[in-house]
């Protein structure tokens, strides 16, 4: 497993903009996909978008597409979620999560077995 830690979260405006970042320890972060995870109060935690290990392939939420940005930076060990247009219903604590299993699977939340502690992104109308 690796260690991770998200930072950039933040209270903005809607049509601002934040970008999140998430840092892993360990030599293994280069090997596994990345998901940034968000829940709202009272509501389930959702995928919002996953990166594969090479970042060679993104995926994203509905309600992100065209908004967000997911990448990394495997020398720094470290992936970001660039998110513009923020709306409040962006407004939830964001975590970043990994898993070692395929790409196929990389819906399935079960199989992220590292997570961070969460970063609260609130976005003011």
């Known amino acids: 497993q690796v260690q991770l830690v998200e930072s950039g979260g933040g209270l903005v405006q809607a049509g601002d903009s934040l970008r999140l970042s998430c840092t892993a320890s360990g030599r293994t972060f280069r090997t596994l996909n990345i998901a940034w995870f968000r829940q709202a109060p009272g509501k389930e935690r959702d995928i919002v978008s996953i990166i594969s290990w090479s970042g060679s392939m993104t995926d994203y939420a509905d309600s992100v597409k065209g908004r967000f940005t997911i990448s990394r930076d495997n020398a720094k060990s470290t992936a970001y979620l660039q998110m513009n247009n923020l709306t409040p219903e962006d407004t939830a604590v964001y975590y970043c999560?990994?898993?070692?299993?395929?790409?196929?699977?990389?819906?399935?939340?079960?199989?992220?077995?590292?997570w961070g502690q969460g970063t609260q992104v609130t976005v003011s109308s």
């Open positions: 999560a990994a898993s070692g299993s395929s790409w196929l699977r990389r819906l399935d939340s079960t199989l992220y077995n590292s």
